[in-house]
């Protein structure tokens, strides 16, 4: 600091008498940011590394209590030992299980994978039929547009023409990563009747190593002759049914051999789904392109468009593309947004500045922030950041603080021009005179945005970028406004050669003298009146905090996790009964869908939706989504569609459950509110979980709640009897012929083409069912006898789960609901917390519970939020007992940012907008702001006292003196977030609470500081 205020040298007055220095520092800073402009990574949404590992196994034809006793338990009790894990989630599904291991931040993610992957391959314990376990790191896949492919076909033939797209696109040399979404796995069907079965006394198990084995290319090594070496190889391999049934089996009572497609319909066909995504009605399959490495989305975007317009011609009759979720758009809307509102924030600056400034000063002030804007470019990849919608979003957020400091030294130098000084005086002396409150305030601009660079989650690496836009564009405006500033405000021009020129230094003289005098007529008697009753003056600012600060925390304003934006899509997730059929689930899939189509037809939604995408998950969840048109394109919300939705499917027979949501912005949809419940024993779990679902239910403000607990599948149990065993039979054996029966008996895995197919061998499908089949099943005991399976084995009726939950080795149901109108979520969390939970504890001791979804994010990062605000405060604090020399002046700066929160909780109301963790990062932003405005008065007020003037008089002086910087620096930063504040765009959504909570909070704090940090100094010295 000491060089930098130095009168007699320094860097200051060096750059300004070096114009050609200044010029190249500028040069350098536009020219690199064009350059990086060019040359930066490009994204939709920052690239971040998620701290998960997930480990999946495949347990074919089990129950989920198998599933967890087999795979979850093994894998929780390996990994308890590794260390750096948070959270361990588990889940068993009917065939399968899956673990998620969220680990704690900062954790060396590689090395806790490894530990993992380790952990997991030395379990002995998994059962003989699980497929190899899969450990992988959780990455996000950086989706740019998802292409559907519909029409009234076949599946196989849109399959195959997905096939064709897939390997179109990758031929393209922008494009390498690009998957198909909601197709079936090929499956070559070999069903046998059981009489065949008996003819030939064979085993379905048999016939499945028969076909592995007679279908093998074997390299069988190589052979030295006379004319060099030739390779041997047995070529067995077979890939369509017509081959398969070729394969010789056994031979009959002649001697002949009896081929497979003798006893067996063999077929080439998907997985037994019984029901395909459909698109309106007729099937359809997606393909999905991925952005990698250093590709553009917009470059993606638009070959993409270039090959489906020439693969469309190629399509057959009927069938159709169609464009869905293109983050492409996204984000060159998002570009546009920023174009825009930055120039237009650029003329408000101008005209505010031209204003009450010459208009020479205003220009290179205004080009100060231009500098910033492109130097700030420059800067990104240095510290690894992209171009992609949150860094827009820092640049947007910057838009109207970056000119402050720029503003101040430009209007003190102007106060030295006004008094006769030469440009070079005028600049030198008014730049050395702000350099040290310009360096501090820019340090707690800076210092404020740094706590929401350590919001912890996915949610914090999803928004940090904004920060540290954010807190480079600042840094350079610093060295713009003391080093490049200077230099060209003391090179400027003497005189106007163009008449307008003159016409506007008239015009700006003109306003600048009503300006002033304003400032004496009213401004100074008001404020000496509030010195004088001053006590009065605080009292009434302070009733006025607590009444706005009340209001903000009664039931009118509630807290929410984000601003809701306009949907894209709209989802109605159906839950079935346990034990729904694939045949019985595809039916109601089409019944909810033939509904929501004449709800289309009888209400005209053609004109806000483009169709209904419909999709099976399973046996026991149907998705029919409503694809929206952009919010531009049509005049209904998501909730209106929602509610005709609603009455139009009514009450569907075979349905338990219907939830209706509407997929809100980047990462999707959750649920407004989540509770984990828990207990040791099973029983009191699933009781407690039922009647804290009905208390929910209760609640006049809840919607669509549901839980994950379902149980009520019928199960079958068999144990092997001692008769059994005698002759020859075990456990094991009867279960591979059952399961061969009824699952179906794996032969092999191999790749056609570029696809992975299955050969799996079963009894036909008429033969698995009923009861019937069951009860007349005959099982082949060693030596070939064939016996009943009742009589070799014991049968006990059950009740299975359908899916079974764990957290950290605990097993938890997980009750969910949506809130209307969404500002309540905190009236029904504080009744759920001081009311109902108590209550279940006491009907149900032992019971713990946990909030998750959204809520435990919403609450992980306030905590953050509140605590990296308080440090914050620590360290402006500091900083400011530096600059002033003084342990008690800076509370009279922090005084003023309760100020600034209520000026965005009125911005808020006016608005209509509900607070969100977007204004808590707001306000944070706000409180390095405010400070700024109440610093340089300060600064001023303790200058006057060195020179020995009154405490009163100094204060009062430096009110009036600073009335013009600090209502300038307030006006430029209203006016550059004015355009985002007003814009209806869906793309300014998440920015508009965080832009209010600026601009409204610096406008009230402004009239707060020009008044009561006045009062507060008199305050402080009449305490002394």
């Known amino acids: 600091m000491a060089i930098i205020t130095d009168n007699k040298g320094g860097p200051i007055r060096y750059m300004a008498r070096n114009p050609i220095a200044a010029n190249l520092l500028m040069i350098l800073l536009i020219g690199g940011g064009v350059w990086s402009m060019y040359t930066v990574q490009k994204e939709v949404f920052p690239q971040f590394q998620l701290d998960i590992v997930d480990v999946s196994v495949v347990y074919p034809g089990s129950s989920p209590a198998e599933v967890e006793q087999g795979i979850l338990l093994p894998v929780e009790e390996a990994i308890r030992g590794v260390q750096g894990i948070k959270e361990v989630t588990s889940t068993a599904r009917e065939g399968a299980g899956s673990i998620s291991i969220e680990l704690v931040a900062g954790t060396n993610r590689m090395k806790a994978f490894q530990d993992i992957d380790q952990a997991v391959n030395r379990i002995r314990t998994f059962p003989d039929d699980i497929d190899e376990p899969e450990v992988t790191l959780q990455a996000r896949q950086r989706e740019v547009i998802e292409i559907g492919l519909f029409g009234d076909t076949d599946i196989w033939t849109l399959r195959k023409l997905a096939e064709r797209l897939r390997d179109r696109l990758l031929s393209e040399p922008g494009i390498t990563q690009v998957e198909m979404g909601n197709i079936p796995g090929y499956v070559t069907h070999v069903e046998i009747p059981r009489h065949q079965l008996r003819k030939y006394n064979l085993t379905l198990g048999q016939v499945a190593n028969l076909i592995q084995q007679s279908s093998m290319d074997i390299p069988a090594g190589s052979v030295e002759t006379e004319r060099g070496e030739i390779l041997l190889r047995v070529q067995e391999r077979k890939q369509w049914a017509e081959e398969f049934a070729n394969i010789a089996v056994v031979a009959d009572s002649t001697g002949a051999r009896v081929r497979l497609g003798e006893i067996a319909s063999i077929r080439d066909g998907f997985e037994e789904t019984g029901f395909h995504s459909q698109f309106n009605e007729q099937p359809s399959v997606e393909v999905q392109v991925f952005r990698i490495g250093n590709q553009s989305p917009l470059d993606i975007a638009q070959t993409v468009q270039r090959t489906l317009e020439d693969f469309g011609q190629t399509l057959p009759q009927g069938v159709q593309t169609r464009i869905d979720g293109n983050r492409a ?14 120039m237009l924030a650029i003329f408000i600056v101008l005209f505010i500045l031209g204003l009450f400034l010459e208009y020479r000063l205003a220009f290179w002030v205004m080009m100060g922030m231009t500098i910033s804007f492109v130097g700030g470019i420059f800067f990104l990849p240095v510290f690894g950041l992209s171009i992609n919608m949150i860094s827009m979003f820092g640049f947007l957020v910057v838009l109207g603080i970056v000119v402050d400091d720029a503003v101040v030294v ?9 008094q006769g000084m030469s440009y070079m005086q005028a600049a ?25 660079l350590f919001i912890p989650g996915t949610t914090g690496k999803f928004w940090a970028p904004l920060p540290a836009v954010v807190i480079i564009v600042l840094a350079i405006s610093l060295m713009e406004a003391l080093f490049i500033l200077p230099a060209h405000l003391a090179h400027s021009s003497k005189g106007n050669r163009f008449k307008l020129g003159v016409y506007a230094d008239r015009a700006q003289q003109a306003v600048a003298k009503r300006f002033k005098k304003f400032v004496e007529r009213y401004y100074r008697p008001f404020l000496r009146k509030c010195l004088q009753y001053r006590y009065l003056t605080l009292s009434s600012a302070l009733a006025l905090l607590i009444i706005v600060g009340g209001y903000a925390y009664s039931d009118h304003m509630g807290m929410i996790m984000m601003p809701e934006v306009a949907a894209d899509e709209i989802e109605a997730g159906v839950s079935l009964p346990v034990g729904t059929t694939t045949f019985q689930a595809g039916k109601v899939a089409r019944q909810i869908t033939a509904s929501t189509q004449r709800m289309f037809d009888e209400n005209n939604l053609y004109e806000v939706a483009e169709g209904i995408k419909t999709n099976v998950r399973g046996q026991n969840f149907i998705d029919v989504e409503i694809v929206m048109k952009p919010p531009t394109e049509r005049d209904m919300k998501a909730q209106e569609v929602i509610e005709l939705w609603r009455d139009e499917i009514g009450d569907i027979e075979g349905v338990d459950q219907i939830t209706f949501e509407a997929e809100r912005g980047p990462g999707g949809w959750q649920q407004d509110i989540s509770v984990d419940l828990s207990h040791a024993r099973v029983e009191v779990l699933e ?29 079958f149990n068999f144990k092997l009897l001692p008769q059994g065993r005698n002759l020859g039979l075990t456990s094991n054996g009867v279960g591979d012929q059952v399961r061969s029966a009824f699952f179906g008996a794996l032969a092999m895995r191999q790749l056609r083409g570029t696809n992975e197919i299955e050969v799996r061998v079963k009894l036909p499908k008429s033969e698995r069912e009923d009861l019937y089949n069951l009860e007349s099943f005959l099982v082949q005991t060693p030596s070939g006898v064939q016996v009943p399976l009742l009589d070799v084995v014991e049968l006990q009726e059950t009740e299975a789960f359908t899916n079974i939950n764990r957290r950290d080795a605990r097993r938890v149901v997980t009750v969910g ?13 504080e009744s759920i917390n001081e009311e109902v939970l108590p209550q279940m504890r006491a009907d149900f001791p032992g019971l713990t519970w946990s909030f998750q979804g959204s809520q435990a994010e919403m609450r992980e990062s306030t905590k953050a939020l509140y605590g990296g605000f308080g440090l914050a405060m620590l360290l402006i604090y500091a900083l400011l007992a530096v600059a002033f020399g003084s342990y008690t002046q800076p509370l009279i700066v922090l005084g003023a940012i309760p100020f600034g929160i209520v000026g965005a909780v009125i911005g ?13 990062m707001g306000v944070i932003a706000l409180s390095g702001v405010v400070v700024n405005d109440a610093l340089i008065m300060i600064d001023y007020a303790n200058k006057q006292r060195q020179q020995g003037q009154s405490i009163f008089k100094a204060i009062h002086d430096a009110g009036v003196r600073r009335f013009r910087p600090i209502m300038l620096t307030t006006l430029t930063t209203f006016g550059g977030l004015t355009p985002i504040i007003l814009e209806t765009s869906t793309q300014a959504t998440y920015l508009i609470p965080m832009a209010i909570s600026l601009g409204f909070g610096i406008v009230f704090a402004t009239a707060i500081i020009l008044v009561i940090v006045p009062c507060l100094y008199l305050v402080l010295e009449d305490v002394k």
Request: net charge negative; aromatic share 10%.
């Open 329 to 342: 758009d996204d984000y060159r809307q998002r570009l546009a947004l920023l174009t825009e509102n930055g």
């Open 410 to 418: 430009g209007e003190n130098i102007y106060e030295y021009r006004e």
């Open 428 to 452: 030198i002396q008014g730049t050395k005179d702000m350099a040290r409150p310009v360096t501090f305030s820019i340090l707690t601009n800076i210092i404020a945005f740094i706590p929401l």
């Open 687 to 715: 009781e407690a979980s039922e009647a804290f679902f009905n208390r929910m239910k209760s609640f006049t403000a809840t919607r669509d709640v549901n839980d994950n607990y379902n149980k009520g599948k019928a199960q």
């Open 817 to 829: 609901m949506d809130v209307e109108p969404a500002n309540a979520v905190s009236r029904v969390l």
């Open 908 to 920: 808020h109301i006016l608005l209509g907008y509900d607070l969100s963790l977007i204004s808590l």
